[in-house]
């Protein structure tokens, strides 16, 4: 379990909670919701085709989500920022999705510059917080 809340895990906790919205979301609004939740255009998440390639990438971010979960509440900080670093791949993605099929402005630079906050925060050991990152790193 977690040993308590600090304002430096609100990275890792926004990262579980929102990788974890189409765990909730799809199943009550169905997957043309989630698509337009997450920000792609009419033009695709109209088509019901789209849907099952939807859901099957979601699953693997959800599990993402739930990973993250896991980590924090038993207190594994490392792993938390480890995760978090690999948010700079889901933002580079995203941004080349965004920027070809979406809002090129708003959505694709959004995702890319959060992104890349995200993925500093974990590589600084943000959540871990500074004494222990630093343990971490030393032979």
Not at 116 to 138: C, D, H, I, M, P
Request: contains cysteine; hydrophobic residues 50%; charged residues 15%.
């Amino acid at each position: 379990m977690s040993k308590r809340f600090s304002i430096r895990h609100i990275p890792a906790l926004y990262f579980a909670f929102a990788n974890c919205v189409g765990l909730v979301l799809a199943p009550l609004r169905g997957s043309r919701a989630v698509i337009e939740l997450y920000g792609l255009p009419p033009s695709i998440s109209s088509v019901p085709e789209t849907w099952p390639v939807w859901q099957a990438g979601q699953g693997r971010t959800i599990l993402l989500g739930l990973m993250m979960h896991y980590f924090y509440w038993r207190g594994q900080y490392a792993e938390c920022d480890a995760l978090l670093m690999g948010v700079a791949f889901l933002g580079i993605n995203d941004f080349f999705v965004f920027f070809y099929q979406g809002e090129k402005l708003l959505w694709a630079w959004t995702r890319i510059l959060f992104s890349v906050a995200f993925a500093s925060a974990g590589y600084f050991g943000l959540t871990q917080g500074r004494g222990r990152a630093q343990k971490a790193k030393a032979p």
